[in-house]
């Protein structure tokens, strides 16, 4: 059973940045990709960023040019940077791991608890 471990959250003023981390411990096969999403009280999760297996990036429209994600495989942990921070940007940021668990196993996901960040302004 692989569980992720978030941390880097907290209080900062608008214009902070703030660096989150996601560790993932247990076996992996072969890692997909790990993403960050955000839920913020009464609104739905939404996705923030996604790093694969290579490299490749992806962000949500409202968070480029302010956030970067990266990873260390060899740690299986990701990152993600926090520049500019606005108050809309206030949410547990939660982190998924998309991977396969053995050779003949099927594609699993697993998500973390979250790491609260709250900007003020």
């Known amino acids: 059973q692989v569980q992720l471990v978030e941390s880097g959250g907290g209080s900062v003023q608008a214009g902070g940045s703030l660096r989150l981390s996601c560790a993932a411990s247990g076996y992996i096969y072969y890692k997909y990709a790990m993403s960050w999403y955000r839920q913020a009280p009464g609104k739905e999760r939404e996705f923030v960023s996604t790093i694969d297996s290579v490299g490749s990036t992806s962000y949500a429209d409202s968070v480029k040019g302010r956030f970067t994600i990266s990873q260390d495989n060899a740690k299986n942990t990701v990152y993600l940077q926090m520049n500019s921070l606005k108050p809309e940007d206030t949410a547990m940021y939660i982190c998924?791991?998309?991977?396969?668990?053995?050779?003949?196993?099927?594609?699993?996901?697993?998500w973390g608890q979250g790491t609260q960040v709250t900007v003020s302004s």
């Open positions: 998924k791991l998309a991977y396969q668990g053995g050779r003949w196993q099927r594609r699993s996901e697993s």
